[in-house]
């Protein structure tokens, strides 16, 4: 059934019956004008805002409606982590055209229901709305932390740290869009390249997962997710810390999954690493030399300057390469 047909008051009952829940921090979530929430006994309240709108942040005909709700939740959680904190309560915004089918939001919610769960997050409100074209949705996440990890701490002789691997979110949209249609993941994909390759780069774009801050923590000195690139994202940091970065492409970590995909793709591996972005991992200094688990020392700060070393030896500069909106 068409939304336009049950109207507004049916969805929001709907949203409250699937994602609203009771907490002991919860103290009126949806149905009142506000959310009534209990402060922390310690530390500082974070509060962080996304938006996904169609044709800019989604393509309807690559990505499901259940994978558009769970990774709404996920980047704006891996926000809260990026400021060493823990998430709590989420807001949601919602816009579609009148004529949506009711199953789509019921997918949609499923989504958003799989990250609430998964992150232990409550939505505690929000709003809907008719669009005129095209859909958009927003979620504002709200954490605690008890000592904010900001971007300003770097300073020269700090260890430059990535979690995990890069380039993965970015490799696997450019599959995508050569698979041209949906995935479902329990249903593999005919190619010529194998399934196993390419299933954890479909997943890292389009059911990303947030990376959780470690025990290294304690330690850093300062702190950025990856959502729009390497150097962009350590160009921002190094701004708000007025100072430099070299990093060594060597030191890059790249998966197996990720190289192969990209030769079969005739694209190179590091240029995904670099400037692809989606990949949600952190980046962090850390003062003096460090043996991190999870994490890989891929440069140091310096004074002034940004430059990237090739294997080879030559260095270069670079600026603030990656996504940007309004470029």
């Known amino acids: 059934m068409k939304l336009s047909r049950k109207g507004e008051l049916p969805l929001l009952e709907k949203i409250r019956k699937r994602l609203s829940r009771k907490t002991r921090a919860v103290l009126t979530g949806i149905g009142d004008d506000a959310a009534v929430l209990r402060p922390g006994r310690r530390g500082k309240l974070l509060a962080s805002t996304d938006m996904m709108l ?23 959680v891996s926000d809260i982590y990026a400021m060493g904190g823990r998430p709590a309560f989420a807001l949601l915004g919602i816009a579609v055209p009148g004529d949506t089918d009711e199953k789509f939001i019921e ?38 932390v008890e000592k904010p990890l900001k971007r300003s701490g770097a300073r020269a002789g700090h ?17 995508l869009k ?18 196993r390759f390419m299933e954890p780069l479909l997943r890292r774009h389009l059911m990303p ?43 890059i970590p790249l998966s197996k999954e990720l190289i192969a995909v990209s030769m079969a793709l005739g694209r190179d591996p590091l240029g995904f690493a670099l400037s692809g972005g989606e990949d949600y991992e952190l980046l962090f200094t850390v003062p003096g030399e460090s043996r991190i688990r999870g994490a890989t020392r891929v440069g140091e700060i310096t004074a ?5 070393v090739h294997e080879d030896g030559t260095e270069r500069a670079f600026g603030p390469e990656g996504y940007q909106h309004f470029k």
């Open 54 to 76: 169609e044709g800019v942040h989604f393509d309807l005909g690559l990505v499901t409606p259940r994978q558009l709700g769970f990774k709404l939740l996920s980047v704006n």
């Open 107 to 144: 997918k949609f919610l499923d989504g958003v229901e799989e990250a609430c769960n998964r992150y232990k997050v409550s939505v505690v409100g929000g709003d809907v709305s008719s669009s005129k074209k095209g859909m958009a949705f927003s979620a504002t996440l709200i954490g605690y």
């Open 159 to 175: 260890g430059i740290y990535v979690t995990g691997t890069l380039g993965e979110s970015a490799c696997g949209l450019e599959l």
């Open 178 to 195: 050569r698979i041209a249609h949906h995935v479902e993941f329990e249903t593999p994909v005919e190619m010529p390249l194998k399934w």
């Open 209 to 251: 997962d947030a990376r959780r801050p470690g025990a290294w923590s304690k330690r850093a000195s300062a702190l950025i997710d990856v959502s729009d690139g390497l150097l962009i994202d350590l160009t921002r940091l190094c701004a708000e810390s007025n100072a430099g970065a070299r990093i060594y492409a060597g030191r």
């Open 304 to 308: 002034s300057g940004m430059s990237i």
